[in-house]
């Protein structure tokens, strides 16, 4: 194929699109009024995610390449710059090389200039080593893999290396000690029976390709950083999906995915990366750790230590697990929409050991893991775009830093949290859907400025705590009575719906409401309530209604500036009885339909006024409740005396 100027041109353009929307988007919401937590990491502006034309240039002038044809156990080589021993090809010069045959105990090694730029363009070759990788780059400056359009290549290593001195860390069926880029229309298979599929120990690019990996470990692993802006990409991973694992710099050890289609399955985490995932489109169907039938969290919040055992199986995990809630007034209702799990991809994966590499002179450490979140991240997860179908056995985005959504379609049924993050959790734009989770959303700061978010949880819908993610009594967000510096709950716009058994909205330290349309379909039991919160809770705009069970029922402080009420009516109304507050001309104002039985109501609205009686109708049951303050209530439940919210005397 020989060059054109039409596909440089093209490929200069593509990069310039990648260039700008790696660089537009921001590591927080513009409008947000988030307060800074503390923690102080690496965030998206600090990551280069920025991929050059020549990572998306397909062409290459044929008559100045090199063709090498595997055939009947050796390796032809037609012109300079490589050599052959049997089926074992060694490139020690800069240039284009052209493969294509089948090698049944074959290798290619990349021994060159550290200065040198190497293309090897993939036309339909076959390779399997029984000892090594069949693909090593040990020295260059830069590696590119051509995928030519229409082609079928395969890479497949066996379970067992045989490695001297020279190769005594390569654990990838592709091992790349340089900078390495895979691009082209062509479809690459990867079978890594040993360890990993795809690795780079520097950068990993690929911008287009069909790409299919199973491997005993990582599928795909990019130490400095792996920016993906297209492709197919389907993964079957003993262990990791995507991975990058630099810890030495903030830039360094990221993810950034601008486009392209991923089926990942995956024992442990799909993606993760040290430092930043940065999403801003694709689609993604993810099922890790056997999917959120296997949960590994208790519905009673205590780890289920025997969840990790069925990774790999599809789901199914043992019985005290946490379940779905059901239809009989402890959730929404009906089904999780269906998700991929290892059964029904046609994957096949085995438990296997966790692995982080952590330097290039030594082989990869092993070390048992039990995550299996679908995004992950040390210091920032950033979503801005994308369509994502998640099944998690444990969280579904996870980071021990911030996490921040401006945009894209997040369906995510988790065996734990839906979203949690250590640090700040935003949210100013796009859908989140998560129909099934043990906590829906978490972190110390939870702020939500926009987008349409829709929550299912056997424990609280959003949680606002400090602490780790962890079990038991230790757990992120487990009962406390004194409110905690730092950690709050803003609600400045967005339309939320909340099913949880557990609290509605949690703060253990403040709640501020400012904007926004809020549904709650609270707890059917006394001890927990539709909101709770430790600090203060104060409404300044906006509309909520809130639906739970009377005992521990809170509604918003006398330092609000908009009208609220805090109502316990006579008797439990049914689940699917339609709650009506109407005006005294008989105006509906608000309305709701909770799908568990409940008794207690707190509701806000900017219609709300000072001396209007209005009406609250729900099934059988009609009362009236004149407003007399900022809050009104009739309530004399208290999260034991905690001495704010609405209770009587309000």
């Not at 999906?241 to 392209?260: L, M, P, Q, R």
């Amino acid at each position: 194929m020989k060059i054109s100027d039409t596909k440089k041109l093209a490929a200069i353009t593509a990069a310039f699109f990648i260039t700008v929307t790696a660089f537009s988007g921001c590591s927080e919401s513009a409008n947000s009024s988030q307060t800074t937590s503390s923690v102080s990491q690496a965030a998206k502006s600090d990551i280069d995610a920025s991929i050059a034309a020549e990572d998306i240039d397909v062409g290459y002038d044929e008559e100045s390449s090199v063709g090498i044809t595997f055939s009947d156990g050796s390796a032809a080589i037609d012109g300079e710059g490589a050599t052959a021993e049997g089926e074992t090809v060694t490139i020690s010069q800069a240039g284009t090389y052209i493969l294509s045959g089948t090698a049944p105990n074959g290798r290619i090694i990349v021994s060159a200039d550290k200065t040198a730029e190497i293309k090897l363009i993939f036309n339909g070759v076959d390779i399997t080593c029984a000892d090594n990788a069949p693909l090593l780059v040990s020295k260059a400056k830069k590696v590119y893999i051509v995928l030519e359009d229409g082609t079928e290549n395969v890479l497949t290593d066996s379970a067992s290396y045989s490695l001297g001195e020279d190769d005594s860390n390569t654990d990838g069926a592709i091992f790349s000690k340089a900078d390495l880029t895979i691009n082209g229309s062509g479809t690459l298979t990867v079978n890594a029976n040993y360890k990993h599929g795809i690795v780079s120990k520097d950068d990993l690019v690929i911008t287009d390709g069909n790409i299919n990996v199973t491997s005993a470990s990582t599928a795909m692993e990019g130490k400095d950083s792996i920016k993906i802006s297209g492709g197919t990409f389907n993964i079957s991973a003993g262990t990791n999906g995507i991975k990058s694992t630099n810890t030495e710099a903030s830039d360094k050890g990221f993810i950034s995915v601008t486009g392209g289609s991923f089926t990942v399955v995956a024992n442990n985490d799909a993606f993760e990366a040290e430092t930043v995932l940065s999403i801003e489109g694709g689609s993604f169907d993810i099922t890790t750790g056997g999917g959120s039938a296997n949960a590994s969290m208790k519905s009673d919040g205590t780890p289920n230590s025997d969840w990790h055992n069925n990774m790999g199986n599809g789901g199914g995990g043992p019985n005290g697990g946490m379940g779905r809630p059901d239809d009989n007034g402890n959730g929404m209702g009906g089904e999780p929409p269906a998700m991929p799990t290892a059964d029904n991809t046609g994957l096949t994966i085995e438990a296997a050991a966790n692995t982080t590499t952590d330097s290039d002179s030594t082989d990869t450490t092993d070390s048992t893991s039990t995550s299996a979140k679908a995004l992950k991240a040390g210091s920032e997860v950033n979503i801005s775009g994308g369509e994502f179908k998640i099944d998690s056995a444990d969280d579904s985005v996870h980071s021990n830093g911030n996490i921040v959504v401006t945009g894209g379609n997040i369906s995510a049924a988790s065996g734990d949290d839906g979203m949690h993050a250590s640090g700040n959790l935003t949210i100013s734009d796009g859908t989140v859907d998560i129909p099934k989770s043990y906590e829906g959303i978490e972190g110390s700061i939870v702020t939500i400025d926009g987008g349409t978010i829709s929550v299912t949880a056997s424990d609280d819908g959003i949680n606002c705590a400090g602490g780790s993610d962890t079990g038991s009594t230790d757990r992120m967000g487990a009962d406390q009575f004194s409110a905690q510096e730092g950690v709050e709950l803003n609600i400045n716009g967005g339309t939320i719906t909340i099913d949880a058994d557990g609290d509605g909205l949690d703060s253990n330290g403040n709640f501020t409401m400012a904007g926004g349309t809020v549904y709650v379909c609270g707890p059917t039991n006394g001890g927990n309530g539709a909101l709770d919160y430790n600090g203060t809770a104060t409404v300044t705009g906006g509309t909520l209604i809130a639906c739970g069970a009377v005992g521990m029922e809170e509604g918003f402080g006398d330092n609000s500036t908009q009208y609220s009420v805090l109502h316990d009516l006579g008797s439990t109304v049914s689940a699917n009885e339609k709650l009506t507050i109407t005006d005294s001309d008989g105006n509906e104002i608000l309305s709701f339909t909770p799908t568990k039985t409940w008794q207690s109501v707190v509701f806000t609205s900017a219609d709300l006024k000072e001396g209007e009686t209005y009406t609250i109708t729900a099934g059988s049951q009609s009362e009236t409740v004149t407003i007399n303050g900022i809050v009104t209530s009739n309530s004399s439940g208290k999260s034991f005396g905690k001495g704010h919210g609405g209770g009587r005397g309000f």
